[in-house]
């Protein structure tokens, strides 16, 4: 599998080398939008699977930000969808073979934290994989990666103080925060809430972790950002839904937009 996904990739990118892959979340497809030099590829075309969710593409971009070659994932796999955890170390690892250096991951969370509000664009610092799930299950490809590969320092510490420092000089005021996966698709209980909230975390999602794990387990350095939609169940009024996330990671993407770009600059 990793080899088809490789030579598709190759003849897509020709003589292309970029070095960083950026993942975009639900309804945060707007970076796509923004990119210079664009060029575009459907999932089905690299010989990729089928994405089901709405609010996600399932299409490649070759293309320049902020004077960078790089690639976006416009749609994401989902472990509810039913893929496989093993997919996506496939995916991340036919990416490095062709030269991919660096993840950016971005996704759309529920707030767990009565400071983070709907909105507002988080940098994450950390995670907690409460997915059951983990994508480096099964026998290890020692050219790959360590069988036992380490989580600390996974969210590059010097790439977080530079998304600050661009935060602030775009007038926002960033905060870092834990990301938990669940496995969803249900959106949680109020009770599972509270209790991640205790467990440490500060916004909850369905995606990235499997992604950031491998990413991990390939030495690439990963920077995370959440755009919170809500605040997760029980810390609103109404209750979260599909539609919600969609429309708020739509409204703030611009900002993740504009922030992207000044960090890929910076690169
Ligand atoms: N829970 C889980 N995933 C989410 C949420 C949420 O409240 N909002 C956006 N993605």
Known sequence: ???????????????????????????????????????????????????????????????RVGGKDVLLMEGRYHLYEGHQPELIKDLLSAFAAVGIKRL????????????????SVVIIKDHI??????????????????????????YDVSERKKLKKIGARMGLKLREGVYMMVLGPNFETPSEVRAFRRLGADMVGMSTVTEVITAAYLSMPVTGLSVITNMAAGLQKTAPSHAETLEMAQKASQTLVALLHAYLEEL
């Open 104 to 119: 950016v991951v971005t996704n759309a969370a529920g707030s767990l934290n009565p400071k983070i509000k709907a909105g």
């Open 129 to 154: 994989n409460l997915s059951g799930k983990n994508p480096l299950i099964g026998v290890n490809n020692d050219s790959l990666g360590p069988r036992f590969p380490s989580m600390n320092n996974v």
């Open 1 to 63: 599998m990793i080899k088809k996904y490789v030579q598709n990739l190759k003849s897509f990118l020709k003589n292309h080398k970029p070095e960083t892959l950026i993942i975009l979340g639900s309804g945060l497809g707007a970076l796509a939008q923004n990119i210079e030099h664009a060029q575009k590829i459907s999932y089905e075309n690299l010989g990729f699977p089928k994405i089901n969710v709405s609010g996600h593409a399932g299409q490649l971009t070759l293309g």
